[in-house]
């Protein structure tokens, strides 16, 4: 979606395409911009482009386009040019005018920006939380006795587990991922009782189809190399005390 801005000078006022994050005008809009002619444009255009100053494809975008020709108001496809291939062609032409505009269009990318993460934010709040309530009823309906089947059962369960772990990459890509609160932790077990507690759980999980002999195989001395990791101390105190 795009929008369109009024860019206005002493003596006239140009609209500027505003979409992608960056500010788009034709070669028309350039040369009123500029006070130049549309042919002084294309030939300072061409020249950058030729000197491999900027890719022609990475600034370029053609935009459908409401013209009126006579009496009629025609829909046609313009080529548009972004803030690089504007400023470049304004320093050759008429840097006064070229700068003033940069910093005009400087300002209201950031004010779009800032603007469009703050909705952005909220939306994907509101979208979270709106998950969370139908996890919340997904759980519920996992503990329902209506729900008397184990592939019932187990199906709710399985929806459950993915859509939490959707809920936690969602917040984490969009930024929103906040630090657990940590807790003083207990004392580890020795690798051999955690061996031991491994094993049982190994059982249980093989009984209900869940894993398989390859669960929880041990790997010369793997655990116990965890373990000792775990608990490293610094001067004296744990180097991972909430674990």
């Known amino acids: 979606m795009s929008d369109i801005l009024i860019y206005e000078t002493e003596d006239q006022q140009v609209e500027v395409r505003l979409e992608r994050e960056t ?3 034709t070669q028309k809009q350039m040369s009123e911009l500029l006070e130049t002619s549309p042919d ?4 300072h255009l061409k020249n950058i482009y ?3 100053e900027l890719s022609e494809a990475a600034t370029t975008e053609d935009f459908s386009v409401v013209r009126q020709e006579g ?5 046609r496809k313009l080529k548009h040019y972004n803030l690089d291939a504007i400023i470049s062609v304004a320093y050759r032409v008429n840097s006064r005018r070229g700068t003033q505009f940069r910093i005009w269009a400087t300002q209201r990318l950031r ?3 800032v603007k ?4 952005n934010r909220q939306r994907l709040e509101q979208n979270a939380r709106e998950l969370e309530q139908a996890l919340k009823l997904v759980r519920k309906a996992a503990r329902s006795p209506a729900l008397d089947t184990d592939t019932g059962r187990g199906l709710v369960e399985i929806i459950s587990r993915y ?3 959707f809920l936690w990459l969602q917040r984490y890509d969009e930024g929103l991922l906040e630090e657990p609160a940590g807790h003083r932790g207990g004392v580890l077990p020795s690798p051999e009782e955690a061996m031991a507690d491994l094993a049982r759980l190994k059982q249980e999980l093989m009984a209900r189809g869940e894993a398989t002999e390859l669960f929880a195989r041990p790997r010369d001395d793997g655990l116990a190399g965890i373990f000792g990791n775990l608990e490293q101390s610094i001067c004296g105190d ?3 005390p909430t674990i």
Request: glycine share 4%.
């Open 163 to 165: 859509t939490q772990t």
């Open 71 to 75: 009496a009629r108001q025609v829909r």
């Open 238 to 240: 744990p180097a991972y």
């Open 111 to 113: 004010d779009y920006l």
């Open 50 to 52: 030729a000197d491999n």
């Open 116 to 119: 469009g993460y703050a909705i």
């Open 23 to 25: 500010v788009w005008l």
């Open 40 to 43: 002084n444009i294309s030939l």
